[in-house]
């Protein structure tokens, strides 16, 4: 069967982790979903880049042969531990060692009626 294949380096633009929550039932988040129909493991690296601070590189991710890794923005920490700022937009350019294709999704729980938007990456 011949899968969709992707592209090695995907530009993200307008990430944004809202600063609230609405209780702890639904908590403001955001997910890249990375998609890999290759048959090899996929090294991810991440670099944010924000309007007032030093990139950020993140390069502990993979994702598993014919498989899909939803990455929560919410659970990654810097070199020192800390959490991604919230409240804070920012971009990534998330490069791959094989071809994958990337969506973003963003839970915004800030209002009470929630919000939902996903987008496919731009591909480079």
Not at 29 to 47: G, K, M, Y
Not at 49 to 61: K, M, Q, V
Not at 77 to 103: E, F, H, K, M, W
């Amino acid at each position: 069967m011949d899968y969709l294949t992707g592209k090695q380096q995907w530009a993200l633009p307008d990430l944004y982790w809202p600063t609230t929550d609405n209780g702890n039932t639904y908590i403001s988040h955001e997910a890249i979903c990375v998609l890999n129909t290759s048959d090899q493991v996929a090294d991810i690296r991440l670099t944010l880049f924000y309007e007032d601070r030093e990139p950020l590189l993140i390069s502990n991710l993979s994702c598993p042969p014919m498989r899909t890794n939803h990455i929560r923005m919410d659970k990654l920490r810097d070199g020192q531990g800390n959490p991604l700022p919230r409240g804070v937009g920012y971009s990534a350019l998330l490069c791959s060692t094989v071809p994958v294709i990337v969506q973003y999704t963003r839970v915004d729980t800030t209002q009470p009626a929630l919000a939902l938007m996903t987008t496919i990456a731009y591909s480079m």
